[in-house]
């Protein structure tokens, strides 16, 4: 192991987005990395993206100082079992987006827990598989542990630095209060977004010429793969069920009250808007901090290169750093609005300087 | 009126963003603008910030060539009845997100319909108020007009033109099927944000620390204004309620599925991610054309002034023109993953530029 507790020598077994990202970010640490995968033409590919080599089939020689589970929730402990078997690693750690039901799974199977350390990084792309792999995956993003009580503090420190080598941050909790915290967050989130979705299968072509941005973004999320999802949401089930319920529920009394008619009804209705809004404003801004205030300076911009290039290099002459940017679709027209997150009290220069090299900038 | 058919002369009633956004764009065409609220203070925020002149209390003298009515749903039909007797205009529009309910009431009060056209920007802010209006808020954007039986050809020719000279493309449809469509791509998506959004009010910091890009987007729009929006809601009741209803059954059986736990089970919860991929796909994309098939193109950007706009000047020396950007927050990091979405011929350009000047993207 080297000096700064990053593993020498790590084996992940499933070379998916995830598996390959991991192998990618801990080669540039200089780490050796043996790659496996039922799916052959996956492995070859992670192997030709320089994500490591191939674990020979045999015999295994030396064990690894940690073996990375890469594998969907329902396969975990199984391949678990096996690996320990084989005696692959000191160490092992999964990364399946559920964390109560495997873990309940190994022990059932008689895997030995004390060198086991359930994990899941919160990263993730619309994208799968080794081709969509990149090391910087997880800068920044949070990376959860849930040791069981078996596990030995020295496995902890094994996975804890797998995650510090991959840029991420160790977020440690108890594998229930994880699920819930994800069903919550990923999970129940992603059904609502495919049921809204799905609503637009059966959309004329008109009402699909009135779509904005509003309704983009709510289904962004549901154009992900659901063979992916419908393994997490299973290995889930109850906490995912318990947040769908009650979404429902609070739609399905919505939709009662706004057939009632009555200003009483509007009321309740009215306070799930309240509610909504209370919910949104805990979610955390940029870098984990509190939830952002940041100033929008709004921009009309044409459809043409170099005209963002100008509006950036713009703001850096201001010396306006962006936080944030998006862009309106204008549907049918060569244009688009710009809009420019930036700190309250440098929005005013960043309106002027762009007014002063001919934007439409609105006051 | 001018010889585009732009109207010379406009009254302007309710002046919010919407009133006061089509009166700054009226007032860059030259139209002269008179405004009337019945809060004084909007109102002469509005007069401030240049969207026009204020209407004398007592006589209107001639008539104006149009009217707009920018006032919430349920109070359309009055302030039409109003106008129509202080005889404030040849023409009338209204701008309410909601058709047929407001259409029905005017019939009932026996206003004028022949000279009514009704209408409904698709354009819209997460602020209210004269001051986050802009000129430029319709560009590009769908403008619903749903003339009424008795609409006279003329008056329809008016708020047409008025719908052109705001940049805006006119769409004409039946105040029914308008008020279905929008239940479906607005006003329905609205509340289940809200529904999701207002989960996260029980939610604990550990569950808020692992929440991702996805369910910030499924909640954006649950930050609107509650006030604004029941109005909106109660108004166009039944088709809402219609959606909300579907998307509750949905979300239902799925629970009910999830704690089944059968293999069939599974399948049926896997369909309903399926019609989501679907109904996603129909989302037309960007300048309303085919849903789009963008190449992204990532880059790792450290958080800092300027770092933008070396990247979009390199796009710009590449030739590569940016048709959409997304920033993907680091919790924690000062750093972000910046979505570059190019056409599928230019990434590779794009991507080699990137890399030839020193940032990391992945292949």
Redesign the interface.
Known sequence: MAEDGIPGRIIVVGTGLIGTSIALALRERGTEVLLTDRDAASLAMAVE?GAGEALPDGAVGEPAELAVLAVPPAAVAVTLLDAQKRGLAAVYTDVASVKALPLKQAAELGCDLTSFVPGHP???RERSGPAA????LF????W?LCPAPESRPEAVAVVTALVTAC?A?P?V?DAA??D???A???H??????????????G??E???????Q???????????D??L??GI??AN??P?????????????V???L??D?SEGA?TH??D?????????????????GEPSSYAVV?V?IP????E??M???A??IA?????????E?????????LELSVSPGAAERLSEELRARGW?V??
Do not use: M
């Not at 800068?139 to 949070?142: A, V």
């Not at 679709?329 to 609005?337: A, D, I, N, Y």
């Open positions: 993206l919160l990263a993730g792999a990149r090391g910087d800068l920044g993003r949070p959860a840029g941050e977020v909790l209060e994880h819930e915290a994800v919550l967050v990923s129940g989130p992603h059904v609502v977004s495919a049921a809204v979705a799905a609503r637009l299968t959309a004329g008109t009402a699909l010429g009135l779509t904005g509003g309704v983009r973004d709510v289904t962004r999320i549901a154009a992900s659901p063979r999802w419908i949401l299973t089930a109850t995912v069920a318990d947040v769908l319920e009650a979404v429902a529920t609070d739609l399905a919505a939709a009662s706004l057939r008619g509007a209705v009215a799930l808007l309240l509610r909504g809004n209370a919910g949104r404003s805990r979610i955390p801004g940029k870098h984990g709004q009309v459809d043409r290169p170099g963002l290039a509006i950036f290099q703001a850096g010396g306006v750093n962006i936080e944030d940017v998006t862009i679709h204008s549907p049918g027209r060569p244009l688009g609005v439409s609105p006051g």
